[in-house]
């Protein structure tokens, strides 16, 4: 019997391999062969025709002297500081919004996942046009208070700004809806123990319900901040290139693309996302790090 438990559980390992096999096959190739691959690019001189040939650290060399590097880095930063905060408080306060509403929340809460499943492609077309200097709607609404008009996507000192806002509204409905998850997920005893021991709504939200919710918020955290330092469409949507407004709103993937495949500098743009990459993982094993001192997971 136990010989045959055996076989049965061999049996039902090689099956379930078998289903995985297509999965780790597709991961191998296009993710760990590619990740492999583009660090050995990344020292290289691969441009569009020829044949790659070493450079050893050339490119690193030069990219730490590019002065257009350096502020796509400072623009991608900036991204984070503005956009990461934004979303984690916005949704949060609408994710608790939406755990109080009774009436129509099925409505509310349908209207504002409509971003989530909107193409990003839409959404930059449909904010370009919001954005616009002549016949913009926000410029339409400002012109109605005797504000003068934006320009929203040309001027320098404003479209990093206008991009980061449309960053906030694309990823707000998934974080809300994560974070209302997690508020569901709260047992409600704890409210009404505090309801009992004299607490009002603030007492309760600040020192019970954020301290309950730390671990998703958490995960919030983690995952806009990869997505953010990421940030392209809406840069390549939004704004025209070779403008001087797009170079002040330039990002490190958006200057990854516009080396490695508008100057076929593919060497150089992949060491761009090799560095992109490296900031990544070290901002997310710092946030690992620091989350032992404020989220609670019991």
């Known amino acids: 019997m136990t010989?045959?438990?055996?076989?049965?559980?061999r049996t039902d390992g090689m099956v379930a391999l078998a289903?995985?096999?297509?999965?780790?096959?597709?991961l191998g190739v296009f993710y760990f062969y590619a990740f492999v691959k583009n660090i050995y690019y990344s020292f290289t001189n691969l441009g569009s025709f020829g044949k790659a040939t070493f450079t050893g650290l050339e490119n690193y060399l030069r990219l730490f002297s590019d002065p257009k590097f350096y502020r796509s880095l400072g623009n991608t930063l900036r991204y984070v500081v503005i956009a990461v905060p934004a979303v984690v408080v916005l949704s949060t306060l609408n994710a608790y919004l939406l755990s109080r509403l009774r009436i129509l929340s099925g409505v509310f809460r349908t209207l504002l996942f409509l971003?989530?499943?909107?193409?990003?492609?839409?959404?930059?077309?449909?904010?370009?046009?919001?954005?616009?200097?002549k016949f913009g709607?926000?410029?339409?609404?400002l012109g109605k208070f005797g504000i003068e008009p934006v320009a929203w996507l040309s001027d320098p000192a404003v479209s990093l700004y206008s991009v980061s806002i449309v960053l906030v509204w694309a990823l707000l409905a998934t974080q809300t809806v994560i974070i209302l998850t997690g508020l569901?997920?709260?047992?409600?005893?704890?409210?009404?123990?505090?309801?009992?021991?004299?607490?009002?709504?603030r007492q309760i939200f600040l020192k019970i319900t954020l301290p309950l919710l730390s671990p998703t918020l958490f995960f919030v955290i983690t995952i806009t901040t990869i997505n953010v330092f990421q940030v392209f469409d809406f840069i390549f949507l939004m704004l025209r290139p070779a403008t001087l407004a797009i170079q002040y709103a330039s990002s490190l993937v958006y200057y990854f693309y516009d080396r490695a495949f508008i100057?076929?500098?593919k060497g150089y743009g992949v060491a761009v996302s090799m560095i992109l990459f490296l900031i990544i993982l070290l901002v997310t094993v710092i946030q690992f790090i620091f989350q032992k001192k404020w989220v609670h997971y019991s």
């Open 3 to 9: 010989h045959k438990n055996h076989a049965r559980k």
């Open 115 to 133: 971003p989530a499943v909107t193409m990003p492609a839409a959404i930059g077309i449909l904010w370009r046009w919001l954005f616009n200097y």
């Open 263 to 265: 100057a076929y500098e």
């Open 137 to 141: 709607l926000i410029n339409a609404l």
């Open 19 to 26: 289903f995985l096999l297509p999965l780790l096959a597709g």
């Open 184 to 201: 569901q997920n709260i047992p409600a005893m704890y409210e009404e123990a505090a309801l009992i021991d004299g607490a009002n709504r």
